[in-house]
């Protein structure tokens, strides 16, 4: 399977366990020639930003859950593609931020 992107954007940052954390969103893709086959892992995680804690990536209970998604396209559309699905998965990812956390968002 050749890879189309791996892509991943920081949705924001707030305060966790009396810490800075960022929310991010990624996609991995990947196209199969053969199949005509486009396949999408999306993820989504917060992690610490202090640069002198070891870097985790944790879900949050409101976190979506990570999916795959399978898309039949031409090779040229591929890249193009993959990169709407991760932008509807980015605003899905903001969307599922509780609304406590919201003013904290930058």
Known sequence: MARVIDISEIVGTFGWDGATA???ATATAGFEDEAGVLEIKL???VRPVDLRVHETHETAPWLPRTQTITEH???EE???VAREVFHRWVAKVRGAIPSELQPHFQ
């Open 22 to 24: 960022e929310v991010c």
């Open 43 to 45: 993820d989504s995680f």
């Open 73 to 75: 396209v031409s090779r």
């Open 78 to 80: 591929a890249g193009p």
